[in-house]
């Protein structure tokens, strides 16, 4: 199973299909804007396809938090002494539950600039999520098992996702001068990068992004 993205939540009357957070939904039916198809294909810089790779876009530059009171929350799983799933990206102010579904006992820590925690032994599921109060990439490991590792990248937009196994994403997106900003798990630094993004009313809006990874 993976994460519960906020997705998942969406409650079933609402426009199917569409990757928006309610209230900026109704912000944008408000404005007369509407959402318009967008993907962008990554790829590194010898052309092959990277899955993983977490793209957020602030619309018109603007950064926006989860709203107090949400609901949204995600889980990273631990299975198998593995992190499920490996790169998870949650909204700025987004609880996640790390749940332990092993017979071992596992301790997970962050020692990341954006979020640093350390849940000793445990069983189970922690009474407390932990809160991702903080835009950046966490890195997580485990102190018994040092294969484990997974990332939780946070991002100030509810517009948000990760490139499939053939480095392809779609999002619903406004027309506007957005800011596109973007991650992968090859990237040395814990920091995500950004550009400037154009989306066209009438255009085809289909983005090619080619990384070059710190190996
Ligand atoms: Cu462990």
């Not at 996640?96 to 579904?101: D, G, L, Q």
Request: aromatic letters at 8%; one cysteine or more; a positive charge.
């Amino acid at each position: 199973m993976n994460a519960i993205a906020p997705h998942q939540r969406r409650p079933s009357w609402r426009p199917a299909g569409l990757g928006l957070g309610l209230g900026l939904w109704l912000g944008l039916l408000s404005l007369g804007a509407h959402a318009l198809p967008w993907s962008v294909q990554v790829r590194d810089a010898k052309g092959q396809p990277l899955a993983d790779a977490v793209i957020a876009v602030e619309l018109k530059g603007q950064p926006s938090r989860l709203p107090a009171g949400s609901k949204t929350q995600a889980q990273i799983e631990q299975r198998r002494r593995q992190f499920q799933p490996f790169v998870l990206v949650v909204q700025t102010g987004t609880p996640v539950n790390f749940p332990n579904f092993d017979t071992v006992r596992h301790h997970v820590y962050s020692f990341s600039a954006a979020k640093k925690f350390d849940m000793k032994l445990y069983s189970g599921t922690p009474a407390e999520p932990v809160l991702f109060d903080k835009a950046g990439v966490a890195t997580l490991g485990c102190n018994i098992h040092d294969s484990m590792s997974a990332h939780v990248v946070v991002v100030d937009t509810p517009l948000f996702g990760k490139t499939d196994a053939s480095g392809l994403l779609k999002l619903d997106l406004p027309a506007g001068e957005h800011m596109l900003r973007y991650w992968h798990p090859g990237f040395k630094q814990p920091l995500l990068r950004e550009q400037a993004l154009s989306v066209s009313g009438t255009g085809n809006n289909q983005l090619e992004l080619s990384l070059s990874l710190e190996r």
